[in-house]
C-alpha cells in the first residue's frame, strides 16, 4: 500500500475513535480543507473543524473504504453514521474525498456530500422542503462557521 494511502487511512481511523490530535497530524501545516458546509477553511479553521466535532460527536460511527493513493494525489470513501445534535435526528451522510500531499502529509482536502439528502435526514421537514434552496445552504453554512469561530475563541490552538 502506498505511504499516502496508509497516512489517509490513518486519519479515517483517529477519525473513527475520535481522536482530532492523530487526525491533524496528518494534515500539513498549510492544508486546506471544504466540504459542502464548511467551505474553503484554512489551516487552523480546518484543525479546529475536526477537534469540535470530535468532541461534540456522542454517537459518531466512521466507515471508509476504497482509500486509494499515489504520490499526487488520493481519494477515499466513507461513510458516518451520528445524531444530529441541534435536532436529535439520526443521520447517514455519505461522502467522497479527495486528497493531495506535500511532504508526506494532506495538504488538501476535499469532501463532496449530497448537501440536501444530509438537510433532508438533519432538519426534517425544512431540510425535505429547503434542502435544495440557496437560502437555506447559506444558513446552513453561516451557522456552522458560527459555531466553529466560538469553538475556535472558546479554544485556541496551542
Known amino acids: 500500500m502506498h505511504p499516502h494511502a496508509q497516512l489517509i487511512e490513518r486519519f479515517y481511523r483517529a477519525f473513527a475513535v475520535r481522536d482530532a490530535e ?20 484554512s489551516a487552523s479553521e480546518a ?7 470530535a468532541a461534540r460527536a456522542k454517537d459518531l460511527r466512521i466507515e471508509p473504504s476504497g482509500i486509494e493513493a499515489d504520490e499526487r494525489g488520493g481519494s477515499a470513501h ?18 467522497d474525498a479527495r486528497f493531495a500531499f506535500k511532504d508526506g502529509l494532506i495538504v488538501d482536502h476535499v469532501d463532496t456530500f449530497d448537501l ?7 432538519l ?35
Open 47 to 53: 484543525r479546529a473543524m475536526w477537534r469540535m466535532l
Open 78 to 95: 466513507w461513510d458516518a453514521f451520528y445524531t444530529f445534535s441541534a435536532t436529535g435526528r439520526s443521520v447517514e451522510n455519505n461522502v
Open 22 to 41: 492523530a487526525m491533524v497530524a496528518c494534515y500539513a501545516p498549510d492544508v486546506r480543507f471544504s466540504d459542502a458546509v464548511f467551505v474553503d477553511l
Open 116 to 122: 440536501w439528502r444530509w438537510s433532508r435526514q438533519a
Open 124 to 158: 426534517g421537514l425544512s431540510g425535505l422542503v429547503l434542502g435544495w434552496s440557496p437560502m437555506l445552504r447559506k444558513k446552513i453554512r453561516k451557522n456552522a462557521r458560527a459555531g466553529l469561530a466560538t469553538y475556535m475563541r472558546e479554544n485556541p490552538e496551542k
